[in-house]
């Protein structure tokens, strides 16, 4: 039985984690839990899986926690704010964290988690996106096991068991489309809140299907393809793949192409990097390739995706670049989402804010670089929305 704490608990990746962990009681057994805001949804969740400890990240709310657990015996141990997440990311006999912490809020309990000696099941691209500086030093360092719990990288690790040393040739990762897939670019301008949260195959949370839309989630992607498995940005594509069938696939250096296939279904890279190098059985609907029908590729619309090559740009920058990029990514996507900008406005703060970035580039960034260079991103989109008219970009 594998001991697990996971972090994110109330969001798409941890219940969907926490679904797995409710049907394999006999695989996984759970230690730790680490929650946003939703009191409700956590009290509940440690009432079923009774947890050693867990914390919530809005400290005003630990009260209401601890009184929706009042008559729990025995009592968990009950946190609040990023130091007690973090301390849960740290805490126990655990062997494995799930990092399903939403942005840049996962780094700090991430890297906790690796000097405690921790495997890492890795659902938060921010932590290799903007702390792969610091993080893949400290995973050799404390010899821990960085796997990847999305989608698309697990499909990549997937395919990779078997391959030799320099047998990957070429990296592609494939992407939905998001929901304007099939709409004109001269659309876009018309583009509402409610209409970028349709998803046409996957059901995440709001943040990440904005960025699914934009294909920046696509972009991050890339970035974290090439730090996971060393591959230059020259050797990672990006196909659009309409029916989220294909999760992604590699090249060898023979022109072998090998693909990893499945329902669109998270549970399935989560269980993989939880069991892995294990297969478990599971009673989960299998794919049918008849039902499936026919599978479709296209080039993604750089027009319509103008966040995908500045993802490209801000990897092949390196340094604290691709820092700026995710800060500005999601301080930009929560303006949209609070329909204070424009959905185009997105890439366009993104682009003003990684330009305004450029001189002071730091090519080796240590973690306090990365904290302030995020926080520095953030508070330049918000100033530069403060004089922006809604979707249309000032002169500043």
Not at 2 to 22: C, E, F, M, P
Not at 176 to 198: H, I, M, N, Q, Y
Not at 234 to 245: A, F, N, Y
Not at 258 to 287: C, F, H, K, N, V
Request: glycine share 8%; charged share 20%.
């Amino acid at each position: 039985m594998k001991a697990i704490t996971l972090l994110g608990s109330t969001g798409s990746i941890g219940t969907q984690t926490l679904d797995i962990v409710a049907q394999y009681p006999d695989q996984f057994r759970l230690v730790g839990l680490a929650a946003g805001r939703n009191v409700e949804m956590l009290a509940s969740q440690i009432r079923q899986f009774r947890p050693a400890i867990a914390a919530i990240c809005i400290e005003e709310k630990l009260p209401e926690l601890k009184e929706a657990l009042a008559d729990l015996d025995p009592q968990p141990i009950l946190l609040a704010g990023e130091a007690g997440v973090t301390e849960v990311a740290r805490y126990g006999d655990a062997e494995t964290v799930v990092t399903g912490i939403v942005g840049c809020a996962g780094l700090l309990p991430t890297i906790a988690a690796i000097e405690a000696g921790k495997d890492i099941a890795l659902a938060n691209k921010e932590t290799l996106i903007a702390g792969a500086p610091v993080v893949l030093p400290l995973v050799e360092k404390y010899g821990v096991k960085l796997l990847p719990a999305d989608s698309e990288h697990s499909a990549i690790f997937q395919c990779l068991q078997g391959v030799p040393t320099g047998g990957l040739r070429r990296i592609l990762l494939t992407a939905s489309g998001g929901a304007f897939r099939d709409w004109p670019v001269e659309k876009l301008p018309e583009v509402t809140v409610a209409d970028a949260l349709k998803h046409p195959n996957w059901s995440m949370g709001r943040k990440i299907t904005v960025d699914s839309a934009t294909l920046m989630n696509k972009g991050l992607e890339v970035i974290e393809a090439h730090f996971l498995f060393g591959m230059d940005y020259d050797r990672i594509d990006i196909v659009i793949h309409p029916q989220s069938i294909i999760h992604s696939l590699i090249e060898l250096q023979d022109t072998s192409v090998l693909a990893q296939l499945g329902w669109p279904d998270m549970r399935l890279p989560l269980l993989y990097a939880l069991s892995w190098p294990d297969r478990i059985y599971t009673d989960w609907e299998q794919l049918d390739l008849v039902k499936a029908g026919n599978l479709t590729f296209r080039e993604p619309d750089h027009q319509k995706y103008p966040c995908m090559q500045l993802a490209y740009a801000a990897g092949r920058a390196g340094g604290s670049m691709p820092a700026v990029l995710n800060a500005a990514n999601e301080q930009a996507v929560a303006l949209f989402l609070d329909e204070k900008i424009g959905y185009l406005d997105i890439a366009r703060l993104i682009e003003q804010i990684c330009d305004h970035h450029q001189t002071d580039n730091c090519p080796n960034p240590s973690l306090d670089d990365i904290l302030a260079t995020d926080q520095w991103a953030r508070q330049e989109v918000l100033r530069a929305s403060e004089i922006l008219e809604k979707g249309k970009l000032l002169n500043i």
